[in-house]
């Protein structure tokens, strides 16, 4: 039986989240949870998959985006209301646990409800952005800079300079995604290109540039990758962009200081004892964890059972190699939770 993808609301302690599901309503659950500046269509490709191999699977729009509440206060955008987000969908969907897969902001989602909620996570996957035990803030990632290919005097914040342009020019970041949703989507979602290893990330001089995409006032205009997007996906992406603002994504950027305060009250220490999937993206020259070791090596300590993979693709994985993606994800289900897997 094939599955359709359904659309569905809940709604909890002044939040509304709008997900996709597919799959038997009864079959076991995971949860694909998106990062900036996506959607829960991101996940477009794994949740028939998934519904396929007999799981339900669900993709909720995160808070700030698609059809999800969009709050009104950057302290909203913290993990600990993000994590409340995500375990009022799992009761409403009538659940005790479930397998949580996480990429982008979706990963310190998932880790956040891990460390803090071990009970409510079967097992936890991410794409791209390895676990930060004490936070993922920029504080705790400019010390983990690959200093050969970004020396210190300068960029002083490696890759991560970004994240220091949202926290000093919120209002300008915002903007200039703003100016041209459609040009934004375009130029942010394109695969991973092997000639720029080993070259800085365009992420190391934002602040330098005076702005994003060299400092001009909006995205430019380049053409539709197609090997990630057709025009419908790209056109969702907009039009919800368009219709939201970038108010709450660029608000994900705005909490460092109360993600590491949260970070903190972890159980265990932040030691994580479920079975963990990490995929790394040997393209993605931000989150680059293929040559950084001290970005992975925190992962490494915290995760008691730690299945990694690299993966040849750029950020958007699972958009730009579904396959590699979804095999690797059905292959440590089968092989960490087979009692956990049911066929349809």
């Known amino acids: ?110 880790w956040s409800l891990a460390q803090h909620h071990p009970e409510r996570a079967l097992a936890v996957a991410s794409l791209c952005v ?29 890759q991560w300079d970004y994240q220091l342009f949202y926290r000093e020019n919120f209002d300008k970041a915002r903007a200039t995604f703003e100016a041209n949703p459609l040009n934004t989507a375009k130029a942010l979602f394109r695969k991973g290109n092997p000639d720029l290893r080993n070259t800085p990330a365009r992420t190391a001089t934002v602040r330098r540039d005076g702005g994003w995409f060299g400092g001009a006032a909006e995205a430019p205009d380049v053409p539709v990758d197609r090997d990630l997007l057709t025009d419908e996906d790209l056109h969702r992406y907009a039009s919800s962009l368009a219709r939201n603002g970038f108010f709450g994504p660029g608000a994900w950027y705005m909490n460092g200081d109360a993600n590491a305060a949260y970070a903190r009250r972890a159980r265990n220490e932040g030691r994580l004892d479920m079975p963990v999937l990490f995929l790394h993206a040997s ?55 087979p009692q956990y897997w049911r066929t349809s």
């Not at 028939?48 to 995160?62: E, K, T």
């Not at 400019?142 to 200093?147: A, D, F, M, S």
Request: net charge negative; glycine share 8%; aromatic share 10%.
């Open 130 to 158: 390895p676990y930060q035990p004490r936070g993922f803030t920029v504080d705790n990632l400019i010390p983990t800079v690959n200093r050969e290919r970004y020396p210190l005097d300068e960029y002083p914040a490696g």
């Open 283 to 337: 393209r993605d020259y931000t989150c680059d964890t293929t040559d950084a070791p001290l970005l992975v090596a925190p992962m490494r300590e915290a995760c008691r059972d730690l299945t990694e993979a690299t993966l040849p693709t750029g950020h958007w994985m699972a958009q730009e190699r579904p396959e590699l993606v979804n095999a690797n994800l059905a292959r440590w289900l089968a092989a960490k939770l």
């Open 1 to 110: 039986m094939r599955f359709p993808v359904t659309e569905h609301v809940v709604k909890s302690d002044g939040h509304t989240t709008w997900y996709l599901a597919c799959g038997a309503p009864s079959a076991p659950l995971i949860v694909f949870v998106h990062g900036w500046p996506e959607l829960s269509i991101s996940w477009r490709h794994q949740l028939r998959c998934f519904a396929d191999l007999g799981f339900r699977a669900v993709a909720p729009d995160m808070r700030g985006y698609g059809g999800s509440t969009v709050h009104l206060r950057l302290e909203d955008y913290a993990m600990e209301p993000i994590v409340g987000d995500l375990l009022a969908l799992l009761r409403a969907l009538g659940r005790e646990q479930a397998v949580w897969v996480g990429h982008d902001w979706g990963a310190p989602a998932v």
